[in-house]
């Protein structure tokens, strides 16, 4: 209706999850940061949690369109279920193309499912929507699948989605096998005022306008009803358009804003503190209910759909003076009592966050290897061993010619740059290098184990990145080639891999990607054969930039690995 009275080729601000609207802001960007790490890296139990509104939903498909194309993904919208309609939904998700009568049935075919995909390099993912749902008896189903694992890895990973009261029901005592299970968590906050205008702007420029629509002080609004929710943005904001267009005026203020609010029964200053202290309170009273039930031998808790009911009852007290009392007591009073449970639910919380990520990973250094680099370094590896055998059957010489791959994997030339990619000036400083050791080295390139060490040992290797990304750069692999060769020759030497990045992002993303860079190069050179035990990667982030952030240039000489020789017992700094 008022698309061309704004000059618009679609509607900016309707409330279902359409991809192509997608904005990310820094606390998005470290959200979907962290949890593919996890997925990747096979943590088990993901939980992600956030206000009604926040845009999770629209999170999760970002997320799923970013994994390999060989990760099996099955996504549960509505986990109010039996077990049974549990396991046939899962089944269906997975493709198993069969329908299962009975709990073992289904947990017997699922195990050979689970460890074909191991066997393919497939990963499974669980994708529990709407989490705050499920009930006891669900939750243990969905446990027990956790339980059919390898010695040293999970074979599938489950990831609970939904609103904050989740973590409450964590809080139970019954569920607290699955709560010490879940080792990465991430909450999605609010948008702040700067980001509610970055937000509104971001969508009217996808729907075909540049145009400041929406002036400061319609901004200043919309943050102050809206309190940051995603959600309650477009519906405020359809609105006022629609409001504006009757009035026939292209520029939206705050009186139309508030407006707008009154007529949707917004109330003024719905924002994040109002919105989670409220939500905090209706917690407190449930984990006092359920505290009182404990304490009188009722230690089973209520189920999430029994929670309206039970939250709406007034508190236990401990003096036992009843409702009578509690609704003769102050709203200060109420207020001071509702931050202490606050601070203990945060409190245990935080101890449980920090027991559990203080759990090893469950992988070696075999199991970090990409997707994409699998079968490609299964060969290499193959034929390396081959080649070493041989030489050890002839003494070191006439060794068979390795062949393929691995004859241009091992060869390597005096004077090569050890930068990846590095410019024509510095391939001739390397090749200035004392003669007397070229002479040393005087040997047919194509015999395994014939690597020139000083170069690689006396200075730093850097190998490149594109932004945000951990693809390694083609002309990087000549010189891991090279440096995965010496490690196979010298046991005793240990390289130290450290992954960075440019200053664009914020500091957990930022780690997070600089330890995703440092294992993909590790992963490489242990697909060459180097020994695993002799790589140890450290996540640097933005952390000692060798150019300035201010320039393009600069940034992608800060997003890199560096690769340095230690010797064999120097401990780790």
Request: proline share 4%; net charge negative; hydrophobic share 35%.
């Given at each position: 209706?008022?698309?061309?009275?704004?000059?618009?080729?679609?509607?900016?601000?309707?409330?279902?999850?359409?991809?192509?609207?997608?904005?990310?802001g820094e606390k998005h960007k470290e959200a979907l940061a962290t949890l593919r790490y996890g997925i990747l890296d096979n943590r088990g139990f993901l939980l992600l949690t956030?206000?009604?509104?926040?845009?999770?939903?629209?999170?999760?498909?970002?997320?799923?369109?970013?994994?390999?194309?060989?990760?099996?993904?099955?996504?549960?919208?509505?986990?109010?279920?039996?077990?049974?309609?549990?396991?046939?939904?899962?089944?269906?998700?997975?493709?198993?193309?069969?329908?299962?009568?009975?709990?073992?049935?289904?947990?017997?075919?699922?195990?050979?499912?689970?460890?074909?995909?191991?066997?393919?390099?497939?990963?499974?993912?669980?994708?529990?929507?709407?989490?705050?749902?499920?009930?006891?008896?669900?939750?243990?189903?969905?446990?027990?699948?956790?339980?059919?694992?390898?010695?040293?890895?999970?074979?599938?990973?489950?990831?609970?989605?939904?609103?904050?009261?989740?973590?409450?029901?964590?809080?139970?005592?019954?569920?607290?096998?699955?709560?010490?299970?879940?080792?990465?968590?991430y909450h999605i906050t609010p948008l702040d005022k700067k980001e509610v205008g970055e937000y509104v702007q971001h969508r009217l420029n996808v729907a075909g306008t540049t145009?400041?629509?929406?002036?400061?002080?319609?901004?200043?609004?919309?943050?102050?009803?809206?309190?940051?929710?995603?959600?309650?943005?477009?519906?405020?904001?359809?609105?006022?358009?629609?409001?504006?267009?009757?009035?026939?005026?292209?520029?939206?203020?705050?009186?139309?804003?508030?407006?707008?609010?009154?007529?949707?029964?917004?109330?003024?200053?719905?924002?994040?503190?109002?919105?989670?202290?409220?939500?905090?309170?209706?917690?407190?009273?449930?984990?006092?209910?359920?505290?009182?039930?404990?304490?009188?031998?009722?230690?089973?808790?209520?189920?999430?759909?029994?929670?309206?009911?039970?939250?709406?009852?007034?508190?236990?007290?401990?003096?036992?003076?009843?409702?009578?009392?509690?609704?003769?007591?102050?709203?200060?009073?109420?207020?001071?009592?509702?931050?202490?449970?606050?601070?203990?639910?945060?409190?245990?919380?935080?101890?449980?966050?920090?027991?559990?990520?203080?759990?090893?990973?469950?992988?070696?250094?075999?199991?970090?290897?990409?997707?994409?680099?699998?079968?490609?370094?299964?060969?290499?590896?193959?034929?390396?061993?081959?080649?070493?055998?041989?030489?050890?059957?002839?003494?070191?010489?006439?060794?068979?010619?390795?062949?393929?791959?691995?004859?241009?994997?091992?060869?390597?030339?005096?004077?090569?740059?050890?930068?990846?990619?590095?410019?024509?000036?510095?391939?001739?400083?390397?090749?200035?290098?004392?003669?007397?050791?070229?002479?040393?080295?005087?040997?047919?390139?194509?015999?395994?184990?014939?690597?020139?060490?000083?170069?690689?040992?006396?200075?730093?290797?850097?190998?490149?990145?594109?932004?945000?990304?951990?693809?390694?750069?083609?002309?990087?692999?000549?010189?891991?080639?090279?440096?995965?060769?010496?490690?196979?020759?010298?046991?005793?030497?240990?390289?130290?891999?450290?992954?960075?990045?440019?200053?664009?992002?914020?500091?957990?993303?930022?780690?997070?990607?600089?330890?995703?860079?440092?294992?993909?190069?590790?992963?490489?050179?242990?697909?060459?054969?180097?020994?695993?035990?002799?790589?140890?990667?450290?996540?640097?982030?933005?952390?000692?930039?060798v150019a300035s952030n201010e320039t393009a240039e600069g940034r992608r000489l800060n997003r890199r690995v560096e690769i340095d020789f230690q010797t064999g017992n120097e401990?780790?700094?």
């Amino acid at each position: 209706m008022y698309l061309d009275h704004y000059q618009l080729k679609t509607k900016p601000f309707q409330i279902t999850a359409d991809p192509k609207f997608l904005w990310l802001g820094e606390k998005h960007k470290e959200a979907l940061a962290t949890l593919r790490y996890g997925i990747l890296d096979n943590r088990g139990f993901l939980l992600l949690t956030g206000e009604v509104g926040t845009g999770k939903t629209l999170l999760i498909n970002r997320l799923i369109t970013m994994l390999d194309m060989d990760t099996a993904v099955a996504t549960l919208p509505d986990p109010d279920l039996t077990s049974m309609d549990f396991y046939n939904i899962l089944a269906d998700g997975l493709k198993m193309n069969r329908t299962f009568d009975s709990k073992g049935a289904f947990l017997l075919h699922l195990r050979d499912f689970l460890h074909k995909s191991y066997a393919e390099h497939k990963q499974v993912l669980l994708i529990i929507d709407e989490s705050q749902r499920l009930n006891h008896r669900l939750m243990e189903d969905i446990r027990v699948l956790s339980n059919i694992e390898l010695q040293d890895r999970k074979l599938i990973n489950i990831f609970f989605v939904g609103q904050q009261e989740f973590n409450t029901i964590l809080t139970a005592p019954q569920n607290r096998a699955l709560a010490q299970r879940i080792t990465v968590r991430y909450h999605i906050t609010p948008l702040d005022k700067k980001e509610v205008g970055e937000y509104v702007q971001h969508r009217l420029n996808v729907a075909g306008t540049t145009q400041k629509i929406f002036n400061a002080s319609a901004i200043d609004g919309i943050y102050q009803f809206s309190g940051g929710i995603p959600r309650l943005i477009n519906i405020l904001c359809d609105h006022a358009l629609l409001t504006g267009y009757a009035r026939n005026t292209k520029t939206i203020d705050a009186r139309i804003i508030e407006e707008c609010a009154q007529e949707l029964r917004i109330p003024i200053k719905s924002s994040v503190k109002g919105m989670v202290a409220t939500m905090n309170t209706t917690e407190s009273k449930a984990i006092a209910n359920a505290a009182s039930r404990q304490s009188g031998g009722q230690v089973a808790p209520p189920a999430p759909a029994d929670m309206a009911e039970i939250t709406d009852a007034p508190a236990s007290t401990q003096d036992g003076e009843g409702e009578a009392n509690t609704t003769t007591r102050s709203p200060l009073w109420k207020i001071f009592y509702s931050c202490i449970v606050i601070a203990l639910v945060l409190l245990g919380g935080y101890a449980i966050t920090q027991i559990t990520s203080k759990e090893s990973p469950k992988y070696d250094a075999e199991d970090l290897t990409p997707q994409q680099y699998r079968s490609t370094l299964e060969k290499e590896q193959a034929l390396l061993s081959q080649s070493m055998e041989n030489m050890s059957a002839t003494g070191g010489a006439g060794a068979e010619k390795p062949s393929s791959s691995a004859a241009r994997s091992v060869a390597a030339t005096p004077g090569q740059s050890n930068v990846a990619g590095a410019s024509g000036d510095q391939t001739a400083k390397d090749s200035q290098a004392p003669k007397n050791k070229d002479k040393a080295k005087d040997k047919p390139t194509n015999s395994v184990g014939e690597i020139e060490p000083l170069p690689l040992m006396n200075e730093t290797i850097m190998v490149h990145f594109t932004i945000n990304s951990n693809e390694i750069e083609d002309g990087a692999y000549a010189i891991l080639n090279r440096i995965a060769n010496y490690l196979v020759q010298q046991p005793d030497k240990v390289v130290h891999v450290r992954g960075y990045t440019d200053a664009s992002g914020s500091a957990g993303y930022n780690e997070s990607v600089s330890r995703f860079r440092a294992s993909v190069v590790k992963s490489y050179l242990v697909g060459k054969g180097a020994p695993p035990e002799n790589i140890e990667i450290f996540a640097m982030g933005a952390d000692n930039p060798v150019a300035s952030n201010e320039t393009a240039e600069g940034r992608r000489l800060n997003r890199r690995v560096e690769i340095d020789f230690q010797t064999g017992n120097e401990t780790t700094n």
